[in-house]
């Protein structure tokens, strides 16, 4: 089954306006050192609940584990790893990336949350040599 979502409009930090929720697509599965983050990117109002699993691998890459609508998630993603994980450097600089929105999911942005950031740190001036711009903090 396939769920069309329209994505809010007062975000607008996605590159798409829609997006297609296949609700069986296939877990991706796990590989040893996966950092895996949950959120919801659909809607940061709560009115669409949905909880998007995903995995950064330790080669920065990203994955899809799972999608359980109905579930109400934070719009930022979090982790339960703890401070204590040993997340590799690609793993800390797809994270940034994330962070900053050069890089997306299928075109969702991916707001990453404090808990992410606890295992990834995010060093803003690499990102800002990385995206080629200044960001700002608001």
């Known amino acids: 089954m396939k769920v069309v979502v329209k994505l809010n409009e007062e975000m607008r930090m996605h590159d798409v306006d829609e997006y297609e929720i296949d609700t069986s697509r296939r877990f991706e599965g796990y590989q040893p050192g996966d950092l ?12 669409f609940p949905a909880d998007l699993e995903l995995a950064i691998r ?3 890459s990203i994955a899809f584990r799972g ?10 993603f979090h982790t339960h790893e703890k401070e204590t994980f040993k997340a590799t450097p ?11 929105n050069r890089l997306n999911f299928e075109g969702l942005h991916i707001g990453i ?6 295992v990834c740190p995010i060093d803003i001036a690499e990102e800002e040599r ?9």
């Open 36 to 47: 895996i983050i949950h959120g919801n990117p659909f809607d940061c109002t709560g009115k």
């Open 58 to 60: 330790t080669d920065g």
């Open 67 to 76: 999608l359980e609508l109905g579930r109400n998630a934070y719009y930022y």
């Open 90 to 100: 690609e793993q800390c600089k797809t994270v940034a990336g994330l962070w900053s």
């Open 113 to 118: 949350g404090a808990s992410v950031q606890a």
């Open 130 to 138: 990385e995206k080629g711009q200044k960001i700002y903090l608001a």
